[in-house]
């Protein structure tokens, strides 16, 4: 998931001081507020644009792929958990997951507080969430340029383990809670457009739209495979299902 400047600053209190956070207390990605990408240093913006590239989007099937338990915790798989921190951090994101790079391995990454290490968490199973849900705004680097609404557990329990092969118990709560959530969905292949009303879906592809506007593509339209079982809507207009390169 994407993160602003602005929720890095805000977020990490909350977590440590283990408040209850307000449903608008916990919005997540924003980019109203945040820095534009215009707005960045030069050298953060070539590094997040850099990044972004690798990044795949909405339209590339991989995104509704189920990823397959890891079972090698070796030198390769470090690498690759090292990598997707790494661009995590370029992409100004606080959370990956590595279907998102092309990888069908059921293995995330996530950092809500910018003064704590990376965490990687492989063959994440989510143990327990809490009845009480919580709405918060999500974005998401698979989907530039939409942020909706998505109601969630507030707090979960997730076991897994770490690029060693270490057993990982993890309690979360507010933002942190919704980044995991967010990025397990990514390994079942569920996007954040599928967590939201048709209505709210719309909207969203056409900030999609305006998005790749914004980044001068040719009026390319984000779009899925030709695939009835598909989950998501169908936009009407338009060709092309691959983002600029
Ligand atoms: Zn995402």
Known sequence: MAAPED?????????????????????????EGAPEPQ??????????????????????????????????????????????????????????????????????????????????????VLEWASDELEIAEEGCLSLPGVHVEVERPAAVRVRGRDGAGEELLIEAEGLRARVIQHEIDHLDGVLILDRISRQARKEAMREMREAQTGEGAAAREPREPQDPASREPREAEGSAQREPA
């Open 7 to 31: 929720l890095r600053e805000q977020s990490p209190q909350r977590e440590h001081a283990g408040e209850r956070a307000l449903e608008d207390d916990v919005e997540v990605e924003r980019e």
């Open 39 to 124: 707005e960045l240093d030069p050298e953060t913006r070539a590094r997040r644009d850099a990044a972004m590239r690798l990044i795949r989007r909405f339209g590339d099937p991989v995104l509704r792929a189920t990823a397959l338990p890891v079972e090698r915790f070796d030198d390769a798989l470090h690498q690759e958990l090292q990598r997707m921190g790494e661009l995590m951090h370029d992409a100004l994101g606080v959370g990956l997951a590595a279907t998102q790079l092309g990888v069908l391995h059921r293995a995330l990454v996530f950092r809500t507080d910018p003064e704590e290490p990376v965490t990687a968490l492989v063959n994440p």
